[in-house]
């Protein structure tokens, strides 16, 4: 799966007003079976989407038409759990480029990062905010600007300026993984060796 560069993002939103959500609960241990970076989207939040007899639940939020977006809005403590990076690899599958919460949890944050899903830690009040536009209105669209790490509230013109690691931010914006962003200072790399010899 190649990482999209991260551009400027402008999108209505899914809340998912759940705290403590694991990352079992965002994928269920049950799906992890597969080593390619795809098909994963379809079980996310398995447990929660569909019923027993496999049937959608509609009052879940990915289930309800009135949602729809890049950005998830999730409730404080997200992410945390097993280290499971397919946790990340099915919320970007499913179509989220975004995750806001008032809390992640650190493996899953650099998992996301490291598989172009930018996670905005935002206040408990903010997060609130958020969560209390959307119920007002659905359509509520929120602009993302990495470049200038700020979150606005399109409809208020409310912005949040958010942190991000200066390294994982230069990579998602060329849509660089690890390896990715080596082969790009190659020529760094060599002088420095070459200097060094």
Known sequence: MAIEKFQKITSSAVPLPIENVDTDQIIPARFLKAVERKGFGENLFRDWRYDKSDQLIPDFPLNNPEFRGEILVAGKNFGSGSSREHAAWAIYDYGFRVVISSFFADIFRNNALNNGLLPIQVSSEE??????LIDEDPATSIAVDLENQLLTIEKTG??????????KKECLLNGYDDIDYLVSIKSEIEAFEKDKA
């Open 158 to 167: 409310k912005t949040i300026p958010f942190d991000i690691n200066a390294y």
């Open 127 to 132: 997060l609130q905010m958020i969560f209390n």
